[in-house]
């Protein structure tokens, strides 16, 4: 639900776009409820909630399963601009000496 309302004000701030935002809240809220009516029927039927705690164990998982790939994505990224500036380093270098042989060799001739 963190990550839902998350998305939710980010897109919120994006894209003030009334009608389809409010059908996206009425969504969320339906959701909501849904989910907090099972959990009092879980609760009514089994004194507990088994179900509704799997559910957000499952959740919490996925959620942390994404930030650890997002922190990758983000490591990567860094390696690959680090790449590219040491390309773009060692183009400049070889293009440098290119223009000192070329200079030299127009003086000896």
């Not at 559910?55 to 680090?82: M, P, R, S, T």
Request: hydrophobic share 30%; aromatic share 4%.
């Amino acid at each position: 639900m963190k990550a839902q309302t998350r998305n939710l004000c980010r897109q919120l701030q994006d894209n003030p776009d009334t009608d389809g935002n409010k059908r996206l809240i009425k969504m969320h809220k339906s959701d909501l409820k849904d989910m907090v009516e099972r959990a009092m029927n879980e609760m009514n039927e089994t004194q507990g909630f088994p179900k509704f705690n799997k559910k957000v164990e499952d959740g919490l998982k996925a959620q942390k399963e994404f930030e650890v790939l997002k922190d990758e994505e983000k490591n990567y990224l860094l390696k690959i601009k680090k790449i590219n500036e040491d390309d773009h380093n060692k183009r400049d270098i070889n293009a440098r000496d290119a223009a000192e042989s070329t200079e030299e060799i127009s003086k000896n001739r």
